[in-house]
């Protein structure tokens, strides 16, 4: 070819290319523009009576309103109506829900469970999730071990918002085998479903995997199962697997109970893992006891940094006794003011240096709580907590909860 | 005669050799923009389910450790920190080391937030090399704010002592000047609950902050910069790092996170023995050493990239400041492949062996030289007679017309994904700096790098440079 | 008439909200982000505050603790709205002087009670 002509093929390439890029970007930043104004019109009266509704106005004609709305304005208002269902509680959540299934929501996302398209079951789990629907469990048990990660995930968290407790024991299966759903996902769903969860995982505790254990375990501590702790203590002493045990440290000191102490007190044996050992410092801090002081004092100058930094903390929370430990620790006077200080030295340095770093911390926790603008004055959040997440504040007003 | 007329053969087939290149590099760059539009559409199918209110809410969710090296910075610290710490996380530290500083960098923080010091015990897990001076915290309020003022010692070594203060088992790393999205920390701590056992780091799309307007540390709205640099520069991001690294991200080579915004599990870091003081990337150097490790010790693990704008940052507006960045960047990707040599090729890492570090060998670190070599030597080559005029048009549509096509390409997807360019005068704007990359700008980097490849065999002292700083209230002047 | 003002980076949220306040008599100004509730807030002192925590510019802990700083504003009643509930977080919340906290999810109906109560503490 001679030059002109790929000249004027290469340049013609490039100038048909940019012409038909650039009116991609042309008509689809219209059509874009087009959609998003005609959906505003159409969601405008739908979103007045969706609002009022979500108001928690007892006025029927408002569900009617909703309930009779064009598909087209329904279409529109949707996505501002599920978002609105994860944003209220209480009769406005009741009243939406009641829209969504007069209009068939429920009762249409219910096959779409088995539909063949991995999305289309995920938006289906989704919305039977927030609806609440108690029917929908088998379906979306069934959805736990599907191939599509997404779908299991949505799956688990929608049986979480039912909370039908029956569904337990299948999400902690799922953490185990060839699909198997996050953790987390599933520790927060078994969680939402309260103390009727607990049957299925204290028999948790004994499945062969790990992670099913080890799950079981924390998740029992988080909801404050205390009838079970004396499993919990089995599982620190004596399960096979490290996270198991350190997870079940974790549980005892949030559970809070007085059996808790001598396993404790043993797991922070030098010889064992240093994780293991630093939780159940943690966890001796969380329980309070004064008569683990002595214990946590000598732990001090522990070559670990994780494990004596966690004995210092716990020693704060263990009131006088506790704190008298650490003044000792830290030595005679202040010094020449505080200065950080590193791991090397000797033990008795080293026991200086985190008792000086957690009085510190005591005496500025103790400048903010009377030194603030404002402030109530409240007693310090108590170390046994009851484990169920959400606040217990510690002002007079209650604070509004799950 | 017959010197000249091998000569002449000679230069033919080297200016064959570097069409060919530039035939491969730009197609290369096609294959990679289509893996990212896959990716892309993905995600945008599944963004509405992946339930980030859960994570959000829940007590499980890992705490993280936000790590700022700071040296100099007393235009913009204190906004950056106010929005750090009004990022959307349950539990979270702001961890701020002052670097030696030499400007009013602390005084101004310790003014703000009424700092006191507090006696420390650090732990020496990742090796450092300047002494902590002092660690203070807000008198008052309760927020999660620590300051460590430190002797001088570099970026690598800011964050080693940074990852030795860390409480909390995510470690992320945050350029000082860099503007957060709100569900930053968010969205890419999420593949650590998605996936605990195997993911060990994440990153996300960082993008370009000139020209956007910024009010109290975050970006409100998005144009393109006024400047003609910073707008090459935005399109210069927008094909290699939203799209390249996403297309490499789904390719499952993913070689490198941007150093301006990544989270690491702290337990993986320390084993690591925490950034290299000996490189310039050591962000870049991280990862790469990363991947070796537990490729060697046979881990199943996943490094993500969460296609999603996390951070914005200031670009480089004038020649100077842009010229030491790219000699910076470039010298480090030679220290880097000239430390990990043993890898490359090699198909005991894998992809990232056997795609990843080849890649880069040929086609980012000696992209320049060849850059250069084309701007000589074809014309040479004319004027020779070893090319006749076809061959030069040829050539000037292979290595800069499809590479201008390519630009059009990124510019369109963008559009596509995530549309933040809102105005007609932006993508104008775009459109022009997407040209002006092709002409002159890449042949004027091209030289930056070459020299900073050259300082990196030489081995001249590395020097963080320091970037003027206008900090960020109202729109960013540029 | 009582003017309440309200800051919320969402959309929803603020409707919601100034619907279920205007209903029950109140005059509302809605504002989306932290910086324009506290210029409004100085401009035209209303005479509740209810402000969401988490918002782009300055965050609802901010604006309180601004607003508590000021003495024109030192006494506005405050009410904070946040997703978030961990126990530090209510903490930091009354440590700012905030004087009521509701947690998303919310019920609109017990907002307006607590913006009411808050009201009457404030007039006794």
């Known amino acids: ?402 | 005669m017959a010197a000249l007329g091998w000569l002449r053969d000679a230069l033919h087939l080297t200016d064959v050799a570097i069409l060919t290149y530039f035939l491969l590099i730009n197609t290369s760059y096609l294959v990679l923009i289509g893996l990212a539009v896959i990716e892309f559409v993905h995600h945008a199918r599944r963004a509405p389910l992946s339930g980030f209110d859960e994570t959000y809410r829940s007590p499980l969710t890992q705490p993280v450790s936000v790590l700022v090296p700071a040296y100099n910075e007393e235009a913009g610290i204190v906004e950056s920190v106010h929005a750090m710490m009004a990022l959307r996380y349950p539990v979270f530290e702001v961890v701020i080391i002052d670097d030696g500083s030499t400007d009013a960098t602390f005084d101004r923080l310790a003014a703000e937030f009424d700092l006191v010091e507090v006696p420390r015990v650090i732990p020496r897990d990742a090796p450092t090399t300047g002494e902590v001076l002092s660690v203070h915290v807000p008198r008052l309020r309760p927020e999660p704010l620590v300051v460590v003022r430190k002797v001088n010692g570099g970026k690598t070594d800011a964050l080693n002592t940074g990852i030795n203060l860390a409480r909390h088992p995510l470690v992320c790393m945050v350029d000082a000047d860099s503007i957060l999205d709100p569900q930053a920390l968010l969205s890419v701590a999420k593949p650590f609950a998605d996936d605990p056992l195997r993911v060990v780091a994440a990153g996300g799309v960082v993008r370009i902050a000139n020209g956007c307007t910024v009010v109290a540390g975050r970006i409100v709205d998005t144009r393109m910069p006024r400047g003609w640099l910073p707008r090459v520069q935005v399109i210069e991001y927008l094909r290699a790092f939203l799209l390249g690294r996403t297309g490499w991200s789904r390719l499952g080579g993913l070689l490198i996170i941007s150093g301006a915004f990544g989270i690491f599990r702290r337990d993986l870091l320390i084993e690591l023995g925490g950034l290299d003081h000996h490189t310039i990337g050591e962000d870049a150097e991280l990862v790469v050493r990363m991947h070796r490790h537990l490729r060697r010790s046979r881990r199943d693990y996943r490094i993500v990239f969460v296609a999603e704008p996390v951070s914005w940052s200031e670009a480089p507006s004038s020649m100077r400041v842009l010229g030491r960045q790219r000699r910076r960047w470039h010298r480090g990707i030679t220290e880097i492949l000239t430390k990990h040599r043993t890898a490359i090729g090699n198909p005991r890492y894998g992809r990232i062996g056997l795609v990843s570090l080849p890649y880069y060998l040929v086609f980012e670190l000696l992209a320049p030289f060849v850059e250069l070599a084309a701007v000589l030597l074809v014309p040479l080559g004319l004027l020779a007679g070893s090319i006749d005029y076809a061959f030069a048009v040829r050539f000037l549509f292979v290595a800069y017309g499809y590479a201008l096509l390519i630009n059009l390409i990124a510019l369109t997807v963008e559009e596509y994904s995530f549309h933040r360019y809102s105005r007609w005068s932006d993508l104008a704007a775009a459109v022009a700096a997407a040209v002006l990359e092709n002409v002159g700008y890449r042949q004027l980097t091209a030289c930056w790098r070459i020299h900073g490849a050259w300082s990196a065999l030489v081995g001249s002292r590395s020097v963080w440079g320091e970037m003027t700083r206008t900090g960020f209230k109202g729109g960013s002047p540029s | 008439m009582t003017a309440i003002l309200i800051a919320d980076d969402d959309p929803d949220i603020r409707d919601l909200v100034s619907f279920k306040l205007e209903q029950a008599g109140f005059e509302v100004t809605a504002v989306d982000n932290g910086l324009a509730a506290l210029a409004s807030a100085r401009e035209s002192p209303p005479d509740m505050i209810v402000l969401d925590v988490m918002m782009p510019g300055m965050s609802g802990i901010d604006v309180c603790r601004e607003l508590r700083g000021d003495p024109p504003t030192a006494t506005l009643p405050i009410i904070l709205l946040t997703a978030r509930a961990q126990e530090g977080d209510v903490e930091v919340g009354f440590g700012v002087g905030a004087d009521d906290y509701v947690v998303k999810p919310f019920s609109p109906r017990e907002l307006v009670s607590r913006v009411e109560a808050v009201i009457a503490r404030m007039r006794a």
């Not at chain 1, 790929?6 to 219209?30: D, E, K, N, P, W």
């Not at chain 1, 999305?119 to 736990?144: C, F, K, M, Q, S």
Request: proline fraction near 7%; aromatic fraction near 2%.
């Open chain 1, 1 to 402: 070819m001679t030059v002109a002509q790929i000249a004027t093929f290469a340049l013609s390439v490039l100038i048909s290319a940019a012409f038909v890029l650039g009116m991609v970007i042309v008509v689809g930043r219209a059509l874009r523009h087009a959609r998003n104004a005609a959906r505003a019109r159409l969601a405008a009266p739908g979103r007045r009576a969706l609002l009022a509704l979500a108001a928690g106005d007892d006025a029927p004609d408002n569900l009617d309103a909703l309930v009779q709305l064009d598909p087209a304005v329904w279409r529109a208002v949707e996505p501002t109506a599920v978002a609105l269902l994860g944003k209220v509680r209480g009769e406005a959540h009741a009243a939406l829900v009641l829209a969504f299934e007069q209009r068939g929501m429920g009762d249409r996302a219910l096959p779409e469970l088995r539909a063949r398209g991995a999305i289309r079951r995920a938006r289906a789990a989704e919305v039977l999730g927030n609806l609440g629907r108690a029917d929908a469990v088998p379906g979306l048990v069934y959805l736990l071990h599907d191939t599509d990660r997404d779908v299991r995930t949505v799956a688990a968290r929608a049986l979480g918002r039912i909370g039908d407790p029956a569904a337990t024991r299948a999400l902690l299966e799922s953490l185990a085998g060839r699909h198997p759903v996050p953790p987390q996902t599933v520790a927060d769903a078994v969680m939402r479903m309260g103390a009727d969860a607990q049957p299925a995982l204290a028999a948790a505790l004994d499945h062969s995997a790990d992670l099913v254990r080890a799950t079981a375990v924390e998740v029992l501590g988080l909801i404050g199962a205390i009838t079970v702790a004396p499993r919990v203590i089995t599982a620190l002493s004596d399960d096979q697997s490290p996270e198991v045990r350190q997870r079940a440290a974790a549980a005892l000191g949030r559970l809070g109970t007085r059996s808790a102490l001598a396993p404790l007190l043993e797991a922070v044996e030098p010889g064992r893992p240093p994780a293991l050992r630093a939780t159940a410092a943690r966890a001796l801090g969380d329980l309070g006891a004064v008569a683990t002081a002595p214990a946590l004092g000598a732990l001090l100058s522990d070559p670990e940094h994780t494990v004596a930094h966690a004995a210092a903390y716990s020693l704060l929370r263990l009131g006088n006794a506790g704190r008298q430990v650490l003044e000792h620790a830290a030595g005679p006077g202040p010094a020449a003011g505080p200065d950080p200080t590193h791991t090397a030295g000797s033990a008795g340095d080293r026991a200086a240096g985190y008792a000086r770093e957690a009085l510190a911390r005591f005496d500025l926790d103790d400048q903010r709580r009377t030194g603030e603008v404002g402030a109530t004055v409240a007693p310090p959040p108590s170390p046994v907590t009851d484990g169920s997440g959400p606040v217990i504040g510690s002002a007079p007003t209650a604070v509004g909860g799950r």
